[in-house]
């Protein structure tokens, strides 16, 4: 039998180098370059990759598609609406899979063609204390709501894997999410109300290489708390069931988490920096509430001037 043939989306942004990296370890998969394609979306850039793309289609099948800046939801959806494979698969422009990513995803998607199926993250930048942190946020995410990796229930949408036709028919990523926040949280729980297996593969590996700084740091986070917000409202629309608060040992255990990654000082210094993630996640997540509650009572007021 013919190996799956894959569409890899990668949506990018004002990121060539990072993107060279990517098209780089694409290039170098052990997976027949016949069975996958791989389709760049570019998120309105001023200054579009074309010349990183063309570098590279030489030695890969790949497209690149350009279109106004709407967020990387709507850059994945428009490269998904684009592909000519059965199977997709999702990257980021700053992540480099690792040489067997898309042969062990195809091999969990065979004995599980209905299922979703990610793979582990892995920071590639264990120098900086701040995407070490916002690294081990991710991955205590993945031990916490992933226990059982058959029935998982978070993947991150760089490393993310499923049939063509049920991602359309779930409607793809929710394009309402502006930012890098919350869209993967919000398709994963979709998956799992429409009755849809999630599998966690940490054997497929992504090596994530995000530089932050502090301000970086603070600034991703609370677009993630921005993001949360925006998944319980889109969430509330979409069935009666709340989102329920995660229990203390939640937080506990991502305090803790750092202690079991790395040792001394680096490690309280990761566990200050979890801390202070959540701090500002909460802050974002307020910032948000509060900024739909003035845009509904504005609303009123604007209708009338235009009626």
Not at 217 to 235: D, I, P
């Amino acid at each position: 039998m013919d190996p799956m043939r894959f569409s890899v989306v990668v949506p990018t942004y004002r990121r060539p180098r990072q993107l060279a990296a990517c098209l780089e370890a694409l290039a170098a998969l052990d997976y027949p370059l016949d069975r996958y394609e791989v389709i760049v979306v570019d998120d309105g850039s001023s200054q579009p990759p074309e010349d990183v793309v063309r570098g590279f289609r030489h030695r890969l099948d790949v497209s690149l598609l350009s279109r106004p800046h709407g967020g990387p939801a709507l850059a994945r959806n428009s490269g998904a609406a684009q592909a000519r494979g059965d199977w997709l698969a999702f990257t980021d422009d700053d992540c480099a899979p690792a040489r067997d990513w898309l042969r062990l995803l195809a091999a969990r998607l065979t004995q599980a063609p209905d299922c979703a199926v990610g793979g582990r993250v892995v920071n590639s930048l264990s120098a900086n204390p701040y995407s070490t942190a916002s690294q081990l946020v991710v991955s205590w995410l993945y031990a916490y709501y992933n226990a059982d990796p058959e029935r998982a229930r978070f993947l991150t949408s760089n490393n993310f894997a499923m049939a063509v036709q049920r991602f359309r028919a779930v409607g793809g990523f929710d394009e309402t999410y502006p930012n890098a926040a919350a869209e993967d949280r919000e398709i994963c729980d979709r998956l799992l109300q429409r009755g849809q297996r999630i599998i966690y593969a940490p054997e497929a590996v992504v090596h994530h290489a995000h530089p932050l700084t502090f301000a970086g740091f603070c600034r991703q986070h609370f677009h993630y708390g921005r993001g949360a917000f925006c998944f319980r409202r889109v969430r509330s629309r979409r069935c009666a069931e709340p989102v329920r608060l995660e229990p203390l040992s939640f937080y506990t255990g991502l305090l803790g988490h750092p202690f079991a990654q790395a040792s001394g000082g680096f490690a309280l210094s990761l566990a200050a920096l979890a801390f202070l993630s959540q701090a500002v996640h909460t802050a974002g997540f307020a910032w948000e509430a509060l900024h739909a509650d003035r845009k509904v009572a504005s609303r009123p007021s604007q209708e009338a001037s235009h009626g």
